[in-house]
Nanobody
Framework: QVQLVESGGGLVQPGGSLRLSCTVSGTIFGIYMAWYRQAPGKQRELVAR???????NYLDSVKGRFTISRDNVKGAVYMQMDSLKPEETAVYYC????????WGQGTQVTVSS
């Protein structure tokens, strides 16, 4: 069973940056990966995705500020988040975009002054 471990979250001021990491216990070669987030009281939403070949796609509200990337050798997916906003406070998760694996614990991102 694939295990996902997200890290890199924390408390950051508005306008600040964080880099999230996701380590996958199995291979991610050929896997379409994605980052999601879930804010308190809201449904989980797709934030960014990256194909096996490296093509990326973003939620409109994060375009130009977030960058998803991957390292197939390390079995890792990353997301650089810049110019963070308070409304982006949420637990962030990664997962297989096409066939959802069991969710990891996520990493908490809190944007607050």
């Amino acid at each position: 069973q694939v295990q996902l471990v997200e890290s890199g979250g924390g408390l950051v001021q508005p306008g600040g940056s964080l880099r999230l990491s996701c380590t996958v216990s199995g291979t991610i070669f050929g896997i379409y990966m994605a980052w999601y987030r879930q804010a308190p009281g809201k449904q989980r939403e797709l934030v960014a995705r990256i194909t096996a070949g490296g093509t990326t796609n973003y939620l409109d509200s994060v375009k130009g500020r977030f960058t998803i990337s991957r390292d197939n050798v390390k079995g890792a997916v990353y997301m650089q988040m810049d110019s963070l906003k308070p409304e982006e406070t949420a637990v962030y998760y990664c997962n297989n975009y096409r066939r959802t694996w069991s969710w990891g614990q996520g990493t908490q991102v809190t944007v607050s002054s």
